[in-house]
């Protein structure tokens, strides 16, 4: 991590807003800010946040103080701020990591909450922990842990996998629901009645033991990343979540105890298949690679930085993992096409 002062400086003037905006959107500035200072832009971080910010809300007011019965305000997008505040004095009183451990197994059946938004925040927030622990940082897991409770939603008919596929040939067998209108709520709504839905979460290959859903997990991120070049254009923003949100859980899987990584891998294999069902298109685009140079890696962050979006450099940052385990330069053209088919901002 390059920079760390700018991260930090960039996650206290977010911290002023609040973790949505314009009634349900998802606030991206800290993930955005994150990977950007990652990639060794941080000298455009805060002119980036000051255009972003423009769109922001103010955090907002808090309702009532979460306390023992807090599992009536699991999912009560009202209680956000409550649920922000709730985390703060958590991670006051005990190390991130035991806070961590403790609340994951009670958020991750709920990680479809805000468009898969609070797993990917709470995975940015993980990832530079790891790595150096300040206040702001803190912080900024308070904010995505609260976000995440706050908009806590299932995703129907979670099982375990018990099947032989891998995950490209899982996610390939994913059916999609007919009638792919409306936001992902009311889309999610429809998957208890799409035929084949059980069978697909069920077919991805069971892990033996926790390194083997770690490895599972890996290649459930390389392949959305990957099958983003043929279906993104069935809707290039939404689908980067295919790849984004397994891969928010694969990185904080360092911090977890090992017996939970199972069930984290179940978790982030029903949302990146939810993202395919209700938003993939069935047939796929030709797959063509666009052109790297040499320097593929860093070119393609760059370019996403220059492109502006938020969606564009999440997905690249997230490609990138996909390229540094693969060498494949498909996961970089994947990239490329996410910021072709996503207006810049």
Not at 6 to 24: N, S
Not at 133 to 155: C, D, F, N, S
Not at 171 to 178: F, K, S, T
Not at 229 to 237: D, F, I, L, Q
Request: proline share 8%; net charge negative.
């Amino acid at each position: 991590m390059s920079s760390p002062g700018t991260l930090d400086e960039a996650y206290e003037r977010l911290h002023l807003t609040g973790p949505e905006f314009e009634g349900w959107l998802s606030n991206h500035g800290p993930m955005a800010a994150e990977a950007m200072v990652r990639s060794g832009h941080a000298d455009q971080v805060h002119r980036w946040v000051d255009r972003y910010q423009r769109r922001l809300d103010e955090m907002p007011d808090p309702d009532r103080r979460i306390g023992p019965s807090w599992r009536e305000a699991l999912g009560d997008p009202r209680r956000i701020r409550d649920w922000i505040e709730f985390f703060t004095r958590e991670l006051d009183d005990d190390p991130w990591r035991e806070v961590l451990a403790r609340w994951w197994p009670r958020l991750l059946p709920g990680i479809a909450a805000g468009a898969t938004h609070g797993v990917i925040r709470v995975g940015h927030a993980v990832r530079v922990l790891l790595e150096e622990q300040t206040q702001p940082k803190i912080i900024e897991l308070a904010h995505g842990m609260g976000y995440w409770a706050a908009r806590w939603q299932p995703v129907p008919g979670v099982v375990q996998p018990t099947g032989n596929a891998g995950a490209d040939t899982a996610l390939a067998g994913v059916p999609r629901i007919d009638d792919q209108t409306g936001g992902i709520t009311s889309r999610i709504a429809r998957l208890p009645g799409l035929p084949g839905w059980p069978e697909a979460l069920a077919a991805l290959r069971a892990p033996v033991e926790p390194a083997d859903a770690r490895t599972l997990l890996t290649e459930l991120v390389d392949a959305a990343v990957l099958r983003y070049r043929g279906h993104g254009h069935g809707s290039p923003v939404m689908l980067v979540h295919s790849a984004t949100a397994p891969n928010a859980v694969l990185r904080v899987l360092p911090a977890l105890p090992t017996e939970l990584w199972v069930r984290s891998l179940a978790a982030a294999w029903a949302a990146s298949a939810t993202v395919t069902s209700v938003y993939a298109p069935a047939d796929a685009a030709p797959e063509s690679v666009l052109p790297v140079a040499a320097n593929g890696a860093q070119e393609v962050l760059a370019r996403a930085v220059e492109h502006g979006d938020e969606h564009v450099i999440k997905f690249a940052d997230t490609a990138v993992d996909t390229f540094g385990r693969t060498g494949d330069p498909a996961a970089l053209s994947a990239a490329l096409r996410a910021c072709h088919m996503i207006s810049p901002a």
